[in-house]
C-alpha cells in the first residue's frame, strides 16, 4: 500500500475515494491530488480540527461522503492483528494470522470451508477467546473490550427461527434502542428505522411477523439488525450463504453503498471468489490457519497471470515452480537435465485456477501444502 | 431523541418493554391460548369432578383444599420450566447472541426474561380462579388471605424464578430440558404435599420435600385460602409463616447471587458458531 506523509498535527493523508461538498468540511485544504493506480484518488491534504481529532482516536470520523483511508502519522488502523493463534483442543485452526484493516476500506476473508474464516471474525467481534497473540479492533482488545466499543460495532448474523412472533419494525426499534445512549452530533444513533428498513428493502414487510419472511428476506434484516446502530466498523460472517443470485446481487448494492455513503469499515468472510471480487477493495486469503495472499483482486490476479507454473519430474522428485517466462525456463530446464525430465505441464494461471486448487487440496485433507503453493504462486 | 440516561437505565427501560411485548404477543397467539386453557380446564375439571368429596379429619371439601396446593405448584412450575426452556431455545435460536451484540443489551434481555415470565403467570391465574370462584363456594376462607397471596407469589417468583434460568442456562441443548428441568420438577411436584399430605411419604422423602420451594409456595398459598383450623392438618399443625419466608428467602437469595454468575459465563460462551451447530442439528432433527 502507499506509503503517506507523516501525520504532522492536522494534516494527514488520505485516500479517498469521493471528494464533495460534505466531504470538504473535513477536508478543509487539498495540497495536492494525483491519480493512483487503485483506481482511487489519492489525495494529501489538511483535515479540519473535527476530522483530525477523529485521526488521533485512530478513526477518521467518516461524515457523509468522506470515506477514506489515513495512510500516513498516526493513524492506526481500525482493526490489527499479529500472530493471531487459535487452537481447540489439540487441533491448530490459525497458525498465525496477521493483517490490518484501516478506515472506510471494505476487506474479505477469503478460503476454503474449514479454513478458520468464522474463528477468526469470531475473535475480531468479541464472541471468542483467542489462544494466542495481538488484536487491536478500535482501539480495544475485542476479548476485554466495553460496551462502549459494542456500540461501535456491528455484526450481521445469521439468523434461524429467532423473535418468530416480533415484526421488523418492533425488533429493528427494540434493539436499536441499544444505541440511543451512545448517539453524537456527528453520528446519530440508532438508523431512522423507517430508513433503514427501506434501505434494506423490507418497507412491504415491516409490520408482518417475522416467522413468516422467506430466508433472503430474514437475512436482509439480519443485515438491517446489524447497521442499525451505524457502526463505524461491521462484520459480516459469509453473508450471502443461501441467497439466490437476484438477492446476492441485492445484497452487494447494499454492502457497496454502505461503504460508499456511511464510511463504515468492512470486513466479510466468504468461499467465493466472485463474491469477493464485486465486494471488497482488498481480499485476504486464508488457508491451513494463515494468510496467504493479501492484495486487491486485480493485483491477485495480475500477480497470478503473469507468472506460468511449470511442473516436471527429474530424478522420481515432482517439481513445480511459477515462473514469468515459461519458455525460456523450460529451454534452460532441458540444457540442465535432458531426458531425466518428464511429466512436462505449463499452465498460465488464473486467479480462479488458483483459488479453485487451494479450494481443492483443502478439501482433499492437503491443506498445508495447498496453502503453501498458494502463497508461493502469488508472490 | 439524544438520550441523556444512562445505557444500563436505558438497557432495563428496554428490557422492561420487550417483557410487555413478548407478553401481548403470548396471549394474543392461539398456540399459547391453547396451554393456558388447558391448564386451566384439567385443573378446573380435576376440581369439578371431586366437588363433593370431604377432606378427611375437617369439614372442608376438595377443591377448597386442594385449588390453593395447585396454584403453588403451578407457580413454580411456570417460572421453573419457562424460562428454562426460554434461554435453552434462545441460546439456540441467536436471540441471546443478538442481544450480545449490543451494547447492555444482555442487561435487556435478562429483564425482559424476567418480567415477561412473572406477567406469564397471570393468565394462568386467572383460567383457574375464575371459574373455581363461579363454580366451588367457600374458597378464601377470609378476605385477608389476598395479602397473604400478595407476598407469597413474588417471593415464591423470586426463589423459584433463578432455578429455571440456570437450567436454561445449563442444559446443553433443548431436547435436555426435558430431563434436567421437567424431571426433577415433576418429582418435587409429586413429594410437596400437592394432592396428598406430605405427612403420609417416608421421613426422609418429607425432608427433601421440604428443602426446595415448592412445598413451602404451596404451603404458603393454602394459609392464605383456608381457615386457620386447616393448619391442624399440617406438619406441626402450622401455616409455620416464618419458616416459609426464610425457606424462600433463602432460595432468592442464593439465586439472586448465583444466577447473574451462571448467566454470565453462558453469554461468554455463546458464539455464532454454537447457533449454527444447532441450527445444523435440528435439520437432522427434522430429517
Not at chain 1, 494529501?44 to 477514506?68: D, P, Q, T, Y
Not at chain 2, 432455578?163 to 428441568?181: E, F, H, N
Request: hydrophobic letters at 45%; aromatic letters at 8%.
Amino acid at each position: 500500500m502507499r506509503q503517506g506523509l507523516p501525520f504532522e498535527d492536522e494534516r494527514a493523508v488520505l485516500q479517498l475515494d469521493r471528494i464533495d461538498a460534505d466531504a470538504v468540511r473535513v477536508v478543509t485544504d487539498v495540497i495536492d491530488g494525483e491519480d493512483a493506480s487503485t483506481g482511487y484518488a489519492s489525495w494529501r491534504c489538511h483535515l479540519s480540527r473535527e476530522a483530525s481529532g477523529g485521526c488521533r482516536r485512530g478513526i477518521l470520523g467518516c461524515r457523509g461522503a468522506v470515506s477514506g483511508t489515513c495512510l500516513g502519522g498516526v493513524m492506526e488502523p481500525v482493526v490489527r492483528v499479529r500472530d493471531l493463534r487459535m487452537r481447540y483442543g489439540d487441533q491448530d485452526v490459525l497458525t498465525g494470522v496477521d493483517f490490518d484493516v484501516a478506515a472506510g476500506e471494505v476487506v474479505c476473508l477469503l478460503g476454503p470451508n474449514g479454513a478458520g474464516k468464522t474463528t477468526t471474525i469470531e475473535i475480531l467481534e468479541g464472541f471468542r477467546i483467542r489462544s494466542a497473540g495481538e488484536v487491536s479492533v478500535l482501539g480495544q482488545d475485542p476479548g476485554q473490550a466495553d460496551e462502549d466499543w459494542r456500540a461501535r460495532t456491528g455484526v450481521v448474523l445469521q439468523s434461524w427461527r429467532d423473535h418468530p412472533r416480533w415484526t421488523p419494525r418492533k425488533l429493528l426499534h427494540q434493539l436499536g434502542g441499544y444505541f440511543a445512549p451512545y448517539s453524537t452530533p456527528e453520528r446519530r444513533r440508532p438508523h431512522d428505522i423507517d430508513r433503514l428498513l427501506e434501505t434494506v428493502g423490507l418497507t412491504d414487510l415491516a409490520d408482518r411477523k417475522i416467522a413468516t419472511l422467506s430466508g433472503g428476506q430474514r437475512r436482509r434484516l439480519d443485515v438491517a439488525v446489524g447497521i442499525v446502530g451505524r457502526p463505524e466498523l461491521l462484520f459480516l460472517d459469509e453473508p450471502t450463504a443461501g441467497f439466490d443470485p437476484q438477492a446476492r446481487r441485492q445484497f452487494h448494492g447494499l454492502v457497496r453503498a454502505l461503504a460508499d455513503t456511511e464510511g463504515t469499515t468492512i470486513l466479510l468472510t466468504t468461499h467465493d471468489l466472485d463474491e469477493a471480487e464485486k465486494l471488497a477493495d482488498r481480499v485476504l486469503v486464508l488457508a491451513a490457519g494463515r494468510i496467504v495472499a493479501d492484495d486487491t483482486v486485480d493485483g491477485l490476479s495480475r500477480r497470478l497471470e503473469g507468472e506460468a507454473q511449470v511442473r516436471w519430474t527429474a530424478a522420481g522428485t515432482r517439481h513445480s515452480e511459477s515462473v514469468p517466462d515459461a519458455t525460456a525456463f523450460v529451454r534452460a530446464l532441458f540444457a540442465e537435465h535432458g531426458d531425466e525430465v518428464q511429466d512436462l505441464e505449463v499452465r498460465r494461471a488464473s486467479l480462479e485456477d488458483a483459488y479453485l486448487t487451494l479450494v481443492q487440496q483443502h478439501e482433499a485433507g492437503h491443506g498445508e501444502a495447498a496453502a503453501r503453493l498458494f502463497a508461493e504462486v502469488s508472490q | 431523541m439524544t438520550s441523556a440516561s444512562s445505557p444500563t437505565r436505558n438497557a432495563v427501560r428496554l428490557g422492561l418493554r420487550r417483557g410487555w411485548t413478548e407478553f401481548g404477543q403470548s396471549i394474543s397467539s392461539t398456540q399459547d391460548q391453547g396451554f393456558y386453557l388447558f391448564t386451566g380446564a384439567a385443573t378446573v375439571g380435576y376440581l369439578f369432578l371431586r366437588r363433593d368429596t370431604e377432606v378427611e379429619g375437617t369439614d372442608l371439601l376438595l377443591p377448597s383444599v386442594a385449588l390453593p396446593s395447585i396454584l403453588g405448584a403451578l407457580i413454580a412450575f411456570g417460572v421453573i420450566i419457562g424460562p428454562a426452556y426460554a434461554l435453552a431455545m434462545e441460546k439456540e435460536d441467536g436471540t441471546l447472541l443478538r442481544h450480545k451484540a449490543v451494547p447492555h443489551g444482555l442487561q435487556g434481555y435478562f429483564t425482559g426474561q424476567l418480567l415477561f415470565q412473572s406477567l406469564s403467570l397471570l393468565p394462568q391465574m386467572v383460567v383457574i380462579l375464575v371459574p373455581s370462584f363461579l363454580l366451588f363456594g367457600d374458597l378464601m376462607a377470609d378476605p385477608s388471605g389476598w395479602l397473604t397471596v400478595a407476598w407469597v407469589i413474588p417471593l415464591g417468583l423470586l426463589a423459584t424464578m433463578p432455578i429455571g434460568m440456570v437450567i436454561g442456562a445449563l442444559v446443553p441443548s433443548t431436547q435436555k430440558v426435558g430431563t434436567w428441568g421437567m424431571l426433577p420438577v415433576l418429582v418435587l411436584t409429586g413429594i410437596s404435599g400437592i394432592f396428598y399430605p406430605i405427612q403420609a411419604l417416608w421421613a426422609w422423602v418429607q425432608v427433601v420435600a421440604q428443602v426446595f420451594p415448592m412445598y413451602w409456595i404451596a404451603l404458603g398459598m393454602r394459609s392464605a385460602f383456608l381457615p386457620d383450623e386447616a393448619a391442624a392438618l399440617e406438619v406441626a399443625g402450622s401455616w409455620r409463616t416464618t419458616e416459609t419466608v426464610v425457606v424462600l428467602g433463602i432460595w432468592a437469595l442464593a439465586g439472586a447471587l448465583v444466577t447473574p454468575r451462571v448467566l454470565r459465563r453462558m453469554a461468554r460462551r455463546q458464539t455464532g458458531s454454537q447457533v449454527e451447530a444447532a441450527r445444523e442439528a435440528s435439520l437432522q432433527w427434522v430429517r
